[in-house]
């Protein structure tokens, strides 16, 4: 966040400040801070303000309250926290041992207080110079503050000063302390830190206090810098030091520290040089970085400007003490220099850094996750780790929110913590872990409770010897059929409880019985239909040839139970315009033969014999038609399509031949023809921003919910591939896919040369993925909560089955869980997915995945064992689905007062008593705001201008089956800086925010569905050549979708990153190359979500501060 | 002079007309007591191999509502170059290339010769014969490979020129496009829903943007076509237990029906059904597809218990009506054991002068050799089928049209000659006969309106001008006009005259017809009834008798054979529905009412011959005392041909002494039969069902039933007698309906 850098600012600001500084400040302190935005950073600061209106006009600030929400614009306040305590430094040290829990970010409210207006400034910065760089920092800063600064500051250079002192040896502990610190909440371990950090360890020990250790480890509170700053420290220290720092320290702390220098009289000017240069530093170590490097960022430094109010208070340290635990930043005090600048923004090296969270996760996962154990949160899904069923479910497979939920309906109120899983039934697991065993029970099919149905699982107490075994879902009593039979042995457990995987793992599949099966007959192997459109766009673009060319080969790769026999499933060919083309190609025919069906209004398939092949038998006439097609349509003038009865088709032939199945619809326009599902045209962007935006994304009519409700019953899916030059209504297309389990994707502009291999790829991955038909999904709980809401792409029929006419590896389904009940802590609670889906071979199975969790009474159990990320998954796709029903306005008014709520209650709850002004968070969910932010501001909630409706709905539906890895990447981009690559090891990532580019360096930015490659304007001549095998940055063709296969390390690994990028999305990316100030960046800069956005989202700074506003509104 | 008999066959061979009466009555009221209306039979197309067609275009008269063509009954003036019009008797200049008219320079329509004469004209552009094959697919294996065959084969036979079509249907319909390279592409429609509207507009416009995507040249596409014919399959869709395989016939048909009249109307062409069973699904559906329920029968139909009857009817007469309108024909090839629907199908091609053929199998000679004479050719090498012909009479002031039954529609052209008083298809003076062939005659019933009043001057003649337009199959348009005279002859001083002019077969044949139209919309005993009273009339009219004793009832030799031609008649499958199905019945009636005179005659009167060694083969009478144990009796009924071996002929071939040398004249005798009954079946159209049977074999019910009955199991007499057979009948026998005849001929009462 923060802070300081505006040290540097100064100059540039210098002359603002002194404005602000006489009007407002009267206060100085916060006056500084609001010149600081105004000026160089005025854009970025633009979100800023929308945070807090009053801010920015230097005028508020000097009101009490202003102050405040600056200043709790918090930014700082976790550092400052930390460094605040600097100011207060020896005080804060003690509280260093406030380790856990919570890291405060800063004490905004205390400003207010701090009239002292030198004195405050201080503080802030000291929270965010803290770390290391402080030293750095400080010493130019405070010269150069001195000059621009001055005026106002002055009173606060003198904190510095002292602050430094501390610092300095701060900084050793932080470097020396590898401890991941560094980040924000360094700040909390620097008071500690100082003489605690190096032993970080000790955060545990004063996490005890607060919080337990794990949790408090966790849990990275970042104190409010306020008074309470100090405070913060306190709690903070232990979590946050850990991973980061010390190495980060370093780094970033020289570089910073030259830009922090250089910054202040350059910086002004080129603000936005100055912040990307940093950011290579800053990228290095947050921790260090807090406050110094970014400083550079223009932007923040205007809400930090409140900080620096904190530093002032000096009171805050006792607090802190007090807080100990979290308590960091003392160190920093020293920062005090830095505190001027801090005024100015917050340092985002302060605030909680996703990297460094990922990072640390990375670092503390060494042993496989084994599942037996209750109650424990896995990894994150960013780390890389094996997977030991030990009885609970993968969370490959299944992921919750919470892994401790509260007993009570009340407490789960209280917290607003949505209890939720996220499921992917039919998840690939790595090669190293074992695909679920597939277990026969004979003839009469599963064995399963009486009562609830439960299936057979580890859960189920065997008693009377083994002749019963009760259910633990329902409790009800069952007898174990004879041939079930098994001795128990001296502990009560069956003797072949290991031999038997649904008595001892997580998840293992059933094979069903033909009474599991529809109308009571044994499945027929199911069937792919692909659907092309022919009209005149499709053939133009090349889009016809394409297909057809693919499909020759992909035909051979159709799924298959076993790789050694040839796949069972048969195929079906239709192209279509106005009218639709069914393709007879019988083996026995010597050509292919086409049937046209005109009649559009009352669809049917016109032939069964011969449309649907086994693909081998077939072949000869099948590549004939394949390579028929282009010539057939090559002179088509047909532009119009329909669409409503090419679905119907594929479902009618599916019917005929009473099968389960999935289409592939390849799909170019709006479909205008007359014939049913016909749709008009409906973009109308003047409705965005109104109550009446949700009815775009609403599908027009009911035809084609009927529609997907036929498909269901039938077990047919869709997947359509869109290929829309214009506006083709996303929303209402969509709603068979989604409705059927299927995927939309959409290609927009399709062009052969650019497009082509991503599509491909696309098309590659969804034929041959993994699939089952005609699925149910039923998710049955132990007494006491209940699956009340389901989120994903299925239908539903009634309130407990979900079906899904097809369910592919990669489908998600988010279950949201509600109290019926008490839970105890004892039994805790359980889960069981059960999916009855028809296998690719036409095989019944059933997957079972089992989930226990633990209860807690203690709101601080739930908060030390939740997940951000799958919160997230949730959150996102509640808003998403909210958005057909509410004006997107008061779903994302919703989205931030869930959240505040369920952060006040942790403050309110769990955190240590401390000053308002801190922010703390728990360490578990310390990324929840700048997560939260990211929601907040993608193009379905917030759409900038460029945005068309087509991609809101498409981007809508997509979200809703995306299981939590995908949601992360995709709400919080991947930002690699190409360094080091011929290390092996991929680089450490660094934050979204273009202050953490380097004009020298080349990035690679991913999110799931995108694939940039940045390029700086002054990047390395050999770097270049080595990627792009030219030396000049202005040769390098922008247009370019793939490297050039260059023989050198560099590009070698810099490709193979990108492959196995790919290899872990479920859609090909495409790469697109980005060079720094070209008009392409404009779009990549969308994906750096911690700046503020060019449809208005906020900075993540600017967001934190806003939440910590909301929080102390609902704690006031 | 010569006899009657002479002056018709010469009349028949020169004009192809045979009148009841060949002296006219002169007025009404004497008209009307003769019973037996003036009218003939007239076979627009006879072949004349010796009349060479004209290359000019008639002369006509110039009167807007005459316009009769210049014919040899006209007056000529050779000097002043005009023409007298001897039906409206307007004077007509000849026209200027006439300049070099005299009295011996005749054109030839002036020839008393040339009182039929043929122009061929040209006008408009000549449009290839169209020929749309609509094909059931659910077939029996073997049915469907021997029409493949037959399809196949008919390829070759047409001419090169001509356009072809493919329309196949099961459960759907499919309208296969020839041209295209490499893929068979065809549009399928739903075989449940009439697409009368809009789809079929859309296959129109497809067509009509794109007129060569259904039919092509047969030269350009032979290949193709055969291919496609040869790919082609059963019908896919599973017929589960206990059902009939669902057949869209009426929704072929119509988009048969639709596609011609978008792309080729008023043009030449030839629809030709082949279905293998009942339509079972959509409009003009015959039978649902449940096989417990059996097709109508006549009983349900008498019964109104025919669910589909009408509807099925209604659907098809309009389709039939349309395609008569757009001047194309169809052909119903129908063959099956069951029934087909021909009865609610007929009206299709009895609108529209197509064939209806009825068969067990498209896998028998029966059809493939009927199939094939379709594509007969005459001595021109054209083929023996004209389209879109429209006749048009003209009559005297004397006469006027009451109306025509046959193959035809009518055009619905009031004028001067056309009679309020309708028998047949009436109201107009000219009809429409989409398709038509050299035997295709109609029947033409006129009205003498000459009141009794003014009589016509003693030599007076009455004419009658045909003029028939129709495209000939090589293309051409032409003319036929047949111009032909009778003499007025007052009945009261005249009846002997007007008695002898009596043309018995031409009559029955003409009142036959008048019964069959009746029995299409009357119930079966009222016909009857009404034949017998007409008959019973003409007796009274025309027979010897003193009143009240029958005995004494005597016919001259011109009405000799009328009561017995009736007799049969009424035992005909044409009025009797009795031991026939619906299908059957309309394919009797279908076919009697478009043959000529002397088919039709042996449809009303079976032939027999007997084939023995007493000596050489002889027609005897269709009678049970023909069937004799030494002889071979051969019995052409026309739609039958039945070989039947008496008693002791059957055993020595049983006996072998056929194939013994010393017995050759028997082995002759066995094949004398055969080698005629071939010469029937090389001729005719459509090929009869050929019978070999013997002495109390099952098939000689055929026989059985088409004999008199003068011997039964009732009349005693006849045991144990050594000549014919006893028929196991309740009908009348000819000898009992005479004695009734009589009776109630004689009879005052009646």
């Not at chain 1, 000097?62 to 207060?88: D, E, F, L």
């Not at chain 1, 020990?205 to 966790?218: A, D, E, N, R, T």
């Amino acid at each position: 966040m923060n802070v300081n850098q505006h040290t540097p600012m100064a100059p540039p600001y210098g002359q603002p400040q002194p404005s602000y500084g006489q009007p407002g400040y009267g206060q100085p302190t916060y006056a500084p801070l609001d010149s600081g935005y105004p000026a160089p950073y005025a854009p970025h600061n633009g979100p800023a303000s929308a945070y807090h209106p009053g801010i920015p006009p230097q005028a508020p600030p000097p009101s009490s309250q202003p102050p405040t929400s600056h200043y709790s614009a918090q930014p700082q306040p976790s550092y400052s926290q930390s460094h605040p305590p600097a100011s207060s430094a020896p005080s804060q040290l003690p509280p260093s041992s406030a380790p856990a829990g919570s890291q405060q970010y800063y004490p905004s409210s205390a400003p207010p207080s701090q009239q002292p207006i030198s004195s405050l400034p201080p503080t802030s910065q000291q929270r965010f110079v803290s770390p290391g760089q402080p030293q750095h920092t400080f010493p130019p800063s405070s010269t150069s503050y001195a000059g621009p600064a001055p005026p106002p500051t002055q009173p606060a250079s003198t904190p510095v000063t002292q602050t430094q002192p501390p610092f300095h040896p701060h900084q050793p502990p932080f470097s020396s302390a590898p401890g991941g610190q560094p980040p924000a909440f360094t700040t909390g371990p620097p008071p500690p830190a100082q003489g605690s950090f190096p032993p970080q360890a000790p955060p545990p020990s004063s996490q005890p206090g607060s919080f337990p250790p794990p949790s408090s480890v966790s849990s990275g509170q970042y104190p409010s810098s306020m008074p309470p700053p100090q405070q913060p420290p306190q709690s903070q220290p232990p979590t946050y030091h850990p991973g980061p720092p010390p190495p980060q320290a370093q780094m970033p702390p020289t570089s910073i520290g030259q830009s922090n220098h250089q910054p202040p009289g350059p910086q002004g000017p080129p603000s936005p040089t100055g912040p990307l240069q940093q950011p290579p530093l800053q990228q290095g170590m947050q921790t260090g970085a807090f406050g110094q490097p970014r400083s550079p960022q223009p932007g923040y430094g205007g809400p930090y400007q409140g900080q620096p109010n904190y530093g002032a208070p000096a009171p805050t340290p006792q607090a802190q003490k007090r807080l100990d635990p979290d308590a960091i930043p003392s160190p920093q005090a020293s920062d005090m220099p830095p505190v001027q600048k801090s005024r100015h923004r917050i340092d985002p090296d302060a605030i909680p850094s996703p990297i460094q969270v990922i990072e640390d996760d990375k670092a503390k996962t060494t042993e496989p996750f084994t599942t037996g154990v209750r109650g424990q949160a896995p990894p994150l899904v960013t780390t890389n780790f094996q997977v030991k069923d030990q009885g609970n479910a993968s969370p490959r497979f299944v992921r919750c929110t919470a892994y401790n939920m509260p007993c009570t309906a009340d407490m789960a109120k209280q917290s607003q913590v949505p209890l939720a899983a996220v499921i992917k039934p039919l998840a690939i697991l790595p090669p190293d872990e074992t695909p679920p065993y597939l277990v026969d029970h004979g003839e009469g099919g599963p064995i399963r409770c009486n009562r609830c149905k439960a299936y057979m699982c580890p859960y189920m107490q065997f008693i009377e010897g083994g002749r019963r075994f009760q259910c633990s879902f329902c409790s009800c009593v069952t007898e174990v059929p004879p041939h079930y039979f098994q001795h128990l042995d001296h502990t009560g457990r069956r003797v072949d409880c290991y031999d038997r995987p649904e008595l001892s793992l997580g998840s293992y599949e059933f094979l069903a019985t033909v009474d599991y099966c529809k109308n009571n007959k044994i499945p027929q192997p199911p069937a792919y239909i692909f659907l092309i459109d022919v009209s005149y766009n499709a053939v133009k673009s090349g889009l016809v040839s394409i297909i057809c060319q693919e499909l020759k080969s992909l035909l051979d790769h159709l799924p298959r139970e076993n790789p050694e026999m040839d796949s069972v499933i048969r195929v079906g060919f239709v192209t279509y315009n106005k009218v639709l083309h069914f393709y007879n190609v019988k083996s026995s025919l010597a050509q292919p033969q086409m049937l046209v069906v005109s009649d559009v209004s009352d669809m049917f398939v016109p032939l069964l014999d011969g449309f649907l092949v086994n693909v081998n038998d077939s072949r000869q006439v099948i590549e004939s038609l394949l390579d028929q097609i282009p010539e057939m349509f090559a002179d088509t003038r047909e532009t119009e399509t329909v669409f409503g009865p090419v679905i119907q088709a594929g479902l009618e032939a599916l019917k005929a031949a009473d099968c389960a199945g999935k289409l592939f619809v390849f799909h170019t326009s709006l479909p205008i023809a007359e014939a049913p599902g016909k749709l008009k045209n409906r973009e109308d962007k003047k409705l965005i921003g109104t109550d009446k935006e949700k009815s775009l994304f609403q599908p027009q009519a009911g035809f084609y919910n009927n529609l997907a409700k036929e498909c269901v019953t039938q077990g047919c899916c869709v997947d359509l591939f869109l290929f829309p030059n214009q506006y083709v209504d996303v929303a209402t297309l969509g709603v068979v896919p989604v409705s059927t389990g299927g995927s939309v994707y959409k290609y927009t502009y399709f062009q052969a040369e650019s497009d082509q291999e991503r599509f491909l790829n696309d098309l590659r991955r969804d034929v041959q993925k993994p699939v089952g038909f005609d699925a149910v999904m039923r998710v049955r709980t132990s007494t006491g909560i209940r699956a009340t809401d389901f989120f994903g792409s299925f239908f539903m029929n009634n309130t407990t089955d979900v079906e899904l006419a097809g369910l592919d590896c990669d489908k998600a389904i988010t279950v949201e869980f509600k109290h019926d009940d008490k839970l105890s802590e004892e039994t805790g609670a359980l889960m069981q997915c059960a999916v009855l889906y028809t296998s690719c071979s036409g095989q019944r199975r059933l997957r079972i995945h089992n989930m226990a969790v633990n209860c807690c009474s203690q709101l601080a159990d739930l908060y030390r064992n939740c997940e951000t990320d799958t919160i997230i998954n949730f959150l996102s796709k509640y808003a998403f689905r909210g958005v057909l029903n509410n004006p997107t306005k008061a779903v994302r008014d919703t989205l931030v007062n869930q959240c505040a709520q369920i952060l006040a209650c942790y403050r309110k709850n769990c955190a240590s008593p401390s000053s308002a002004g801190q922010l703390i968070l728990p360490e578990c969910m310390k990324l929840l705001p700048v997560y939260l932010n990211c929601v907040l501001k993608s193009d379905v909630l917030l759409p900038g201008a460029d945005v068309s409706l087509d991609d809101r709905a498409y981007l809508r539906q997509l979200i809703s089956c995306m299981d939590v890895a995908e949601t992360h990447v995709f709400f919080y981009p991947r930002l690699l800086p190409l360094v080091k690559l011929e290390s092996g090891a991929l680089p450490v990532a660094v934050r979204d925010s273009e202050e953490r580019l380097s004009k020298g360096g080349v990035y690679l930015l991913e999110t799931g569905l995108h694939l940039f490659l940045w390029v700086g304007a002054s990047v390395q001549q050999e770097l270049l050549l080595n990627i792009f095998g030219t030396p000049s940055f202005g040769q390098i063709d922008s247009s370019m979708t793939s490297l050039p296969v260059l023989e050198n390390p560099i590009s070698q690994r810099l490709r193979e990153i990108i492959d196995s990028f790919r290899a872990q999305r479920s859609r090909y990316m495409k790469l697109i190359l980005v060079k720094q100030e070209d008009r392409a960046e404009l779009m990549f800069k969308h994906f750096l979500v911690e700046d503020k956005s060019a449809s208005g989202g906020a900075s993540y700074v600017d967001f934190l501060c806003h939440m910590h506003k909301e929080i102390r509104q609902l704690l006031s | 002079m010569t006899t009657y008999q002479e002056f018709i066959q010469q009349n028949e061979d020169r004009d192809g007309v045979r009148f009841s009466w060949n002296l006219w009555p002169s007025s009404r009221l004497e008209a009307t007591r003769l019973v037996v209306p003036v009218s003939c039979l007239f076979t627009p197309l006879k072949e004349r191999p010796d009349l060479p067609p004209v290359q000019y275009e008639p002369v006509l008269c110039s009167r807007a509502n005459c316009k009769a063509v210049l014919n040899p009954l006209c007056q000529v003036d050779f000097r002043a170059k005009v023409w007298a019009c001897n039906f409206c008797f307007q004077r007509n200049p000849f026209p200027p290339s006439y300049a070099g008219i005299s009295e011996v320079n005749q054109p030839a329509e002036l020839m008393p010769q040339f009182s039929t004469i043929e122009y061929i004209v040209q006008r408009g552009p000549q449009t290839p014969l169209i020929f749309l094959y609509v094909v059931d697919t659910c077939l029996e294996e073997e049915d469907l490979q021997a029409l493949k065959g037959s399809l196949q084969m008919s390829l070759s036979l047409l001419p090169p020129n001509a356009l072809v079509g493919l329309i196949t249907f099961g459960r759907m319909v499919q309208v296969h496009e020839l041209s295209c390279e490499g893929i068979a592409k065809s549009y399928v429609f739903r075989g449940t829903k009439d697409l009368t509207s809009k789809q079929i507009q859309v296959g129109r416009r497809e067509a009509t943007r794109h007129p060569s995507l259904f039919l092509q040249p047969i030269h350009r596409v032979d290949m193709n076509l055969t291919d496609l014919l040869g790919e082609l399959q059963r019908d896919p869709w599973p017929v589960p237990q206990g059902k009939r395989p669902l057949r869209s016939t009426g929704v072929a048909l119509s988009v048969a029906v639709g596609l011609l009249e978008g792309t080729f109307p008023n043009t030449g062409a030839r629809v030709m059904l082949f279905v293998g069973g009942p339509p079972t699904q959509g409009p003009g559906m015959v039978v649902g597809d449940e096989l417990k329920i059996p097709i109508r029968s006549w009983h349900d139909i008498q019964k109104d218990n025919a669910r589909h009857l009408k509807k099925a009817t209604k659907f098809y007469e309009a389709l039939g009506n349309r395609s008569a309108a757009n001047g194309h024909s169809i052909d119903i090839y129908a063959c099956a054991l069951d029934q087909t629907g021909l009865l609610e199908m007929k009206c299709l091609s009895n609108l529209t002068g197509g064939h209806i053929v009825m068969g067990d199998s498209f896998n028998t000679s029966l059809f493939t050799q009927t199939f094939q004479g379709v594509f007969s050719k005459d001595h021109n090498g054209d083929f023996r089928m004209a389209f879109g012909g429209v006749l048009e009479i003209k009559t005297s002031r004397e006469l006027k049209v009451c109306g025509a039954i046959g193959p035809c529609v009518s055009l619905n052209s009031k004028g001067p000659y056309v009679s309020e008083n309708e028998m047949g298809i009436g109201g107009t003076n000219q009809w429409k006969m989409c398709s038509l062939t050299p035997s295709s005659t109609l029947g033409i019933y006129l009205e003498v309106v000459n009141q009794h009043n003014a009589p016509i001057p003693q030599g007076g003649r009455g004419a009658i001008q045909f003029v028939t337009q129709y495209q000939h199959s090589n293309t051409q348009k032409r003319i036929r006009v047949t111009t032909i005279t009778r003499n007025w002859a007052d009945a009261q001083s005249q009846i002997q005259h007007i008695e002898s002019s009596f043309d018995q077969e031409a009559a029955a044949v003409l009142m036959a017809r008048l019964g069959v139209f009746r029995a299409e919309s009357e119930e079966g005993p009222d016909v009857l009834r009404w034949l017998d009273r007409q008959l019973i009339r003409l007796c009274q009219k025309f027979g010897q008798y003193n009143k009240e004793d029958p005995t004494s009832f005597r016919l001259s030799e011109s009405l000799s054979l009328y009561p017995q031609f009736m007799f049969h008649l009424r035992r005909s499958p044409f009025l009797q529905v009795f031991n026939n199905s619906p299908d059957e019945s309309s394919y009797y009636r279908h076919h009697f009412t478009r043959q000529d005179l002397t088919q039709s005659l042996i449809m009303i009167q079976p032939i027999l011959y007997s084939y023995s060694f007493h000596g050489p083969p002889e027609p005897v009478l269709l009678d049970s005392s023909s069937i004799l144990p030494d002889r071979i009796l051969l019995m052409d009924t026309f739609f039958q041909l039945v070989i039947y071996n008496g008693e002791t002929i059957a055993q020595w071939q049983k006996a072998g002494y056929q194939e013994m040398p010393e017995y050759q004249n028997f082995k002759q005798l066995l094949k004398a039969p055969q080698d005629d009954a071939n010469d029937i079946l090389e001729t005719r159209f459509p090929m009869p069902r050929y019978i070999n049977t013997e002495h109390g074999g099952s098939q000689a019910r055929f026989l059985l039933s088409k004999v008199n009955p003068s011997q039964t199991h009732n009349n005693l007499y006849a045991w144990g007698q050594e000549s014919g057979a006893p028929i196991l009948t309740d009908d009348v026998s000819l000898q009992v309906f005479m004695d009734h005849l009589k009776k109630l001929a004689v009879s005052s009462s009646a």
